[in-house]
């Protein structure tokens, strides 16, 4: 055989069996995403109460859902934020504007970073907000209203809370003052009068929807809203086609990095330990020694997370896994919002101390600190990556994000 | 004479507004000058304290073992660090601050860290 054509049949069989090989892997990475619980959008979208999401909208959307600090849900989900809102802590009432703006113009900061919407609505997504403070997915159900909870669908419960919450969308007026209780029945009298700015306010709204539920406008209840906005939040933050489900569906390419990245996510990285399941997150909580950014929930700049509704010391400095869905627009990351880049977020599991700035911190402050590392889980789980992985598991996670 | 009354009368009004000047106006803010960041520390600290006696208390709920009641005894002797705080505290309100303004301070000394929340914000651009 001449030698050219030797080399040319070496060539073919070289590229063949490299191509083959990604091919393969394809397949691996395929199986093992099934494995881990992923599902396409349309088995999670459930919506029974669809009908209600216009005025759900309107609702979301109105500043008189706040009972007397102008602000709505919308002031810090906001779509072009990726249903967040852009900025590490929130910024609640006596503001001005929307994320960045609002933040500088003197609003109360609470203490924590907004979460993005995505998905919150779908099949089996029952632990809302940082602290698990609803939870509809422990043995026992928590929440803060305790065996009182206005429903039984967790994300009309979670809708509950927001707007009773002072600095949120509360200030702390006389009538605040006066019904400041930590259950549904001390609450019940916010969510009336709460319920009568809408009527006064929201007229239309409020006709409609009373007519779709077939009561007289009277008879209206926050739980009425609260289904209407949670019916908004299914329909508008729905998970959406994404390349992942091209990808593990329609049997779709990935790029060779997102596929490298994909194999680092399930394989080496082990982030599915914590991110699996149809949401990419299973819902419990861990600590990940992310810098505290801002006061924190328990004040100098501490935050107990999810101790905060349990009081179980066990649950000190845990947080809720959040779902990995449209990530690169729902920047900063953490509970505090304190890291700008899904590469610094990634490394905060592995390598938290490479982020923190320890000369800054006063003594006690480094105690603190100490306290926090002390009780690490990420590092227990997460394996070491390289800069390169890093890029790698940062490209896989771009195949999540959708318009 | 006349003259000699007044000029008493007016050495002793202004006694008085320097007086009642000192009690309200420069002793609080002096106060406030030179213990405000003491104060500040020392409530950090007992804050401290306090949340881990109750970290430790709600730990004997979960679980009753000997280590834990241990813990929790301690912190309970921990608490007397806060005593520095409480006489700090009083020695403030001595010099004229009121209830409200050591309330304030103590406010600002939790939420301390949103400076740097708004510096932050401030010289970053987070990318959406």
């Not at chain 1, 909208?57 to 810090?76: D, M, Q, R, V, Y």
């Not at chain 1, 006066?178 to 700015?197: P, R, T």
């Not at chain 1, 209840?221 to 990808?247: G, H, P």
């Not at chain 2, 106060?31 to 004997?60: G, P």
């Amino acid at each position: 055989m001449n030698l050219n054509i030797r080399y040319y049949f070496i060539f073919i069989i070289f590229f063949s069996s490299f191509v083959y090989a990604e091919k393969g892997l394809g397949k691996i990475l395929r199986s093992v995403i099934i494995e881990n619980g992923f599902k396409s959008p349309e088995y999670m979208y459930i919506n029974e109460h669809e009908n209600l999401a216009p005025e759900g909208e309107i609702f979301f959307k109105s500043n008189h859902l706040s009972l007397n600090g102008s602000i709505s849900c919308a002031t810090c989900h906001i779509p072009s934020k990726g249903s967040s809102d852009g900025i590490p802590n929130a910024a609640g009432v006596r503001g001005l504007g929307e994320g960045r703006e609002r933040l500088l113009s003197g609003a109360k900061i609470v203490p924590r970073n907004t979460l993005a919407l995505w998905g919150v609505g779908s099949k089996d997504f029952n632990t809302f907000f940082w602290d698990g403070r609803v939870d509809f997915g422990s043995i026992k159900i928590i929440s803060q209203f305790g065996s009182q909870i206005p429903s039984h669908d967790p994300l009309i419960t979670a809708v509950h809370l927001p707007v009773v919450e002072i600095r949120e969308t509360l200030e702390e007026d006389d009538f605040v003052l006066a019904h400041k209780q930590e259950s549904l029945s001390g609450a019940k009298s916010v969510y009336k009068a709460i319920v009568k700015n809408l009527i006064t306010h929201e007229q239309e709204a409020i006709k409609n929807l009373a007519s779709k539920m077939g009561v007289e406008i009277k008879d209206i209840k926050f739980l009425d809203i609260a289904t209407s906005i949670a019916a908004f939040i299914r329909a508008e933050f729905k998970i959406k086609n994404t390349r992942l489900n091209n990808f593990v569906k329609r049997k779709e390419e990935l790029t060779k990095k997102e596929l490298r990245g994909g194999l680092i996510f399930y394989g080496k990285g082990n982030c599915i330990s914590c991110h699996s399941g149809p949401n990419f997150t299973n819902q419990k909580f861990y600590t990940v020694a992310f810098p505290q950014l801002g006061f924190g929930k328990n004040g100098f700049g501490i935050d107990y997370g999810r101790y905060n509704a349990t009081f179980n010391p066990k649950d000190l400095y845990k947080f809720r896994t959040p779902s990995l869905y449209n990530l690169s627009k729902t920047s900063p990351y953490s509970h505090s919002g304190s890291v700008s880049k899904i590469e610094d977020a990634v490394r905060a599991h592995y390598d938290p101390l490479s982020l923190i700035k320890i000369s800054d911190y006063s003594d006690l402050q480094r105690h603190q600190f100490y306290k926090y590392l002390a009780r690490n889980d990420a590092v227990n789980k997460v394996n070491f990556l390289t800069q390169d992985e890093v890029d790698l598991v940062v490209e896989f996670l771009g195949t999540l994000d959708f318009d | 004479m006349k003259n000699k009354t007044l000029l008493v009368l007016n050495i002793l009004a202004t006694v008085c507004c320097i007086g009642l000047g000192y009690k309200f106006l420069l002793k609080p803010l002096m106060a406030e000058t030179i213990y405000a960041t003491e104060y500040k520390q020392l409530m950090f600290q007992c804050d401290n304290v306090m949340r881990d006696h109750m970290i430790a208390k709600n730990r004997v709920k979960h679980e009753k073992t000997a280590e834990a009641i241990h813990d929790l005894k301690a912190s309970e002797l921990g608490l007397v660090s806060c005593h520095e705080y409480d006489k700090l505290r009083k020695v403030m309100l001595a010099w004229g601050l009121t209830a409200e303004e050591l309330s304030y301070i103590g406010l600002e000394a939790i939420e301390e860290n949103a400076n740097d929340l708004i510096q932050y914000v401030e010289t970053h651009e987070f990318k959406y």
